[in-house]
């Protein structure tokens, strides 16, 4: 008996001493990590282990956007910043020297790490190898190619008649408000519009996100959203109070793909019979299939659920960004509406050639994406070494890269914080690498002139139809929720405006 308690409490302290050792190792290994990033400029580290997350912990749980803090880092310690994480290195390079090397070229991979945590989610297959989150060159290039005709500007313009309809489905919505007393949020309106979108355009579908608060689609896609801003909060699947929330998710996760399945056998069997000639997102994701060997029809669902996501929120944030911005700016408000009444006068439908003569409106939808950009940057992995504005980045180094940041420094913009659409007029000098809001190069927004194209749609006739007010009170701060998007959701008043005679009603 005594020999066998013996051989136990030899046993607890070799694990004991086994247990030491890995902590004692695993710190070795954190301190040689630490030396190989220590001579790149950073804020001090809170804690050995925890390096900078403690800070980010404390502003999460004050709903403040961490972007802001870089935005403070990057101009204390320099372009090119440290942060740690345990025994993990990032690198952010605000330097458009950074942005150029690393975004224009095929041969940096988007980081495995961030982009391998959306493949699922919550268990449940999520973006997949679709297109945005695809970190295999060959496939992804093959995938790339294969979308692009749905993406041609002779497409595109095809597509005006359906912006059109749409946007007026939500003027109709948006009369029905209109009594300078009722409130809502604009950012709710312009999610229905941009879902009904890009569900008719990229798949065919009718979804009536605008006219039918019931239906399950777009409470499906919400909380998809949802879910996602979610999971990136550590051991969020073991808390009891999220359980409700994984669930809807993954159930929401689990309707978006069905009906996408439901969509894609539809029309597969109408290419079959010969009935369908669109050269639509859904053809296109079928002809790309039909080049594999193996028929993937994951994947294929893979990129219906990513352009749902990728096509929809981004837009929605963009749009009520710019109504948050144009209603704090009346002169700016005034110097666009008269743009749009010159160019519409009494017309009703947009053509494609007005979308050109708006030209003020393309300044202040960008200088919207410069102070208010819905995706904030992106993330690159790089194998071997590189030295950025002398800064020496070791190989194997996540790189992180931030319009968001660099729209706001005053290194590449001057009076960065104000809202000043000039900045993008013919004249002025372009922004080098320091300015964007759809990525650049290869990996860069595929749906970039389908955007902005939409927007320009709604906005023009917004403001060719209504005077609009910001409810007093909101806070005007961003929400970083996968997108950065308004976090009170531009709480509004409209009138309607007077119409130019003659106006088709
Ligand atoms: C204002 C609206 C939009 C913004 C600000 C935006 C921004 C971006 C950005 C920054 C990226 C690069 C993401 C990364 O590096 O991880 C991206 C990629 C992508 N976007 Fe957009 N986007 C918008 C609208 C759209 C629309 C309407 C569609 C679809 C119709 C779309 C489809 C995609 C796709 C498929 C990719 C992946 C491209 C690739 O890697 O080949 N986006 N977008
Ligand atoms: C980077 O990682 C690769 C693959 O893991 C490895 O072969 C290479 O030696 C690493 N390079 C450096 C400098 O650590």
Same mark, same amino acid.
């Given at each position: 008996?005594?020999?066998?308690?013996?051989?136990?409490?030899?046993?607890?302290?070799?694990?004991?001493?086994?247990?030491?050792?890995?902590?004692?190792?695993?710190?070795?290994?954190?301190?040689?990590?630490?030396?190989?990033?220590? =001579?790149?400029?950073?804020?001090?580290?809170?804690?050995?282990?925890?390096?900078?997350?403690?800070?980010?912990?404390?502003?999460?749980?004050?709903?403040?956007?961490? =972007?802001?803090?870089?935005?403070?880092?990057?101009?204390?310690?320099?372009?090119?910043?440290?942060?740690?994480?345990?025994?993990?290195?990032?690198?952010?390079?605000?330097?458009?020297?950074?942005?150029?090397?690393?975004?224009?070229?095929? +041969?940096?991979?988007?980081?495995?790490?961030?982009?391998?945590?959306?493949?699922?989610?919550?268990?449940?297959?999520?973006?997949?190898?679709?297109?945005?989150?695809?970190?295999?060159?060959?496939?992804?290039?093959?995938?790339?190619?294969?979308?692009?005709? @749905?993406? !041609?500007?002779?497409?595109?313009?095809?597509?005006?008649?359906?912006?059109?309809?749409?946007?007026?489905?939500?003027?109709?919505?948006?009369?029905?408000?209109?009594?300078?007393?009722?409130?809502?949020?604009?950012?709710?309106?312009?999610?229905?519009?941009?879902?009904?979108?890009?569900?008719?355009?990229?798949?065919?579908?009718?979804?009536?996100?605008?006219?039918?608060?019931?239906?399950?689609?777009? =409470?499906?896609?919400?909380?998809?959203?949802?879910?996602?801003?979610?999971?990136?909060?550590?051991?969020?699947?073991?808390?009891?109070?999220?359980?409700?929330?994984?669930?809807?998710?993954?159930?929401?996760?689990?309707?978006?793909?069905?009906?996408?399945?439901?969509?894609?056998?539809?029309?597969?069997?109408?290419?079959?019979?010969?009935?369908?000639?669109?050269?639509?997102?859904?053809?296109?994701?079928?002809?790309?299939?039909?080049?594999?060997?193996?028929?993937?029809?994951?994947?294929?669902?893979?990129?219906?659920?990513?352009?749902?996501?990728?096509?929809?929120?981004?837009?929605?944030? +963009?749009?009520?960004?710019?109504?948050?911005?144009?209603?704090? =700016?009346?002169?700016?408000?005034?110097?666009?509406?008269?743009?749009?009444?010159?160019?519409?006068?009494?017309?009703?439908?947009?053509?494609?050639?007005?979308?050109?003569?708006?030209?003020?409106?393309? +300044?202040?939808?960008?200088?919207?994406?410069?102070?208010?950009?819905?995706?904030?940057?992106?993330?690159?992995?790089?194998?071997?070494?590189?030295?950025?504005?002398?800064?020496?980045?070791?190989?194997?180094?996540?790189?992180?890269?931030?319009?968001?940041?660099?729209?706001?420094?005053?290194?590449?913009?001057?009076?960065?914080?104000?809202?000043?659409?000039?900045?993008? !007029?013919?004249?002025?000098?372009?922004?080098?690498?320091?300015?964007?809001?759809?990525?650049?190069?290869?990996?860069?927004?595929?749906?970039?002139?389908?955007?902005?194209?939409?927007?320009?749609?709604?906005?023009?006739?917004?403001?060719?139809?209504?005077?609009?007010?910001?409810?007093?009170?909101?806070?005007?701060?961003?929400?970083?929720?996968?997108?950065?998007?308004?976090?009170?959701?531009?709480?509004?008043?409209?009138?309607?405006?007077?119409?130019?005679?003659?106006?088709? @009603?």
């Amino acid at each position: 008996m005594a020999a066998l308690g013996g051989l136990a409490a030899a046993a607890l302290l070799l694990l004991l001493l086994l247990l030491l050792l890995a902590v004692g190792l695993y710190c070795c290994y954190v301190r040689h990590v630490h030396a190989k990033y220590d =001579h790149i400029p950073g804020a001090p580290r809170e804690s050995f282990l925890l390096g900078h997350l403690p800070i980010i912990w404390r502003m999460m749980e004050k709903q403040e956007l961490i =972007h802001d803090l870089f935005l403070q880092w990057s101009e204390k310690y320099g372009p090119v910043i440290r942060f740690n994480a345990f025994h993990r290195v990032s690198v952010m390079i605000l330097s458009p020297e950074g942005v150029k090397e690393f975004l224009m070229s095929p +041969q940096y991979p988007k980081d495995p790490l961030v982009y391998g945590r959306i493949f699922n989610m919550f268990g449940v297959r999520f973006l997949g190898n679709g297109l945005v989150t695809d970190r295999n060159y060959e496939h992804w290039h093959k995938q790339r190619k294969v979308m692009d005709p @749905a993406f !041609s500007r002779t497409y595109l313009i095809g597509l005006m008649e359906t912006f059109n309809e749409k946007a007026e489905e939500l003027m109709e919505k948006l009369e029905e408000k209109a009594d300078g007393k009722k409130e809502f949020s604009m950012l709710t309106m312009m999610s229905r519009v941009t879902l009904d979108v890009i569900a008719k355009i990229a798949f065919g579908l009718e979804l009536n996100a605008l006219s039918d608060d019931r239906t399950p689609f777009p =409470h499906a896609v919400t909380m998809i959203m949802k879910g996602m801003t979610e999971m990136r909060i550590p051991f969020v699947k073991y808390m009891p109070g999220k359980q409700k929330m994984i669930k809807e998710a993954r159930e929401s996760l689990r309707l978006l793909r069905r009906v996408g399945k439901e969509c894609i056998d539809q029309r597969r069997e109408a290419i079959q019979s010969g009935k369908e000639d669109t050269l639509d997102i859904l053809t296109q994701i079928l002809k790309g299939d039909a080049l594999e060997e193996t028929r993937d029809d994951e994947n294929m669902l893979d990129n219906f659920v990513t352009f749902f996501v990728a096509g929809h929120e981004t837009t929605a944030n +963009q749009l009520s960004f710019t109504v948050m911005a144009l209603a704090q =700016h009346p002169e700016i408000m005034e110097r666009v509406q008269a743009e749009v009444d010159e160019v519409l006068g009494a017309k009703r439908d947009i053509s494609y050639e007005d979308l050109g003569k708006l030209k003020y409106l393309s +300044q202040v939808l960008k200088e919207s994406l410069r102070l208010y950009p819905p995706v904030p940057g992106t993330v690159r992995w790089t194998e071997k070494e590189n030295v950025i504005e002398g800064v020496r980045i070791p190989a194997n180094t996540t790189v992180i890269f931030s319009t968001y940041i660099m729209g706001r420094m005053e290194r590449y913009f001057e009076d960065p914080l104000t809202f000043n659409p000039d900045r993008f !007029s013919k004249d002025a000098p372009k922004p080098y690498y320091s300015y964007f809001p759809f990525s650049l190069g290869p990996r860069s927004c595929i749906g970039q002139v389908f955007a902005q194209m939409e927007a320009k749609v709604v906005m023009a006739k917004l403001l060719q139809r209504f005077e609009f007010q910001l409810v007093p009170g909101q806070s005007f701060k961003l929400l970083d929720s996968g997108t950065l998007r308004p976090l009170d959701g531009v709480m509004c008043k409209l009138k309607p405006r007077s119409l130019p005679k003659g106006f088709q @009603a």
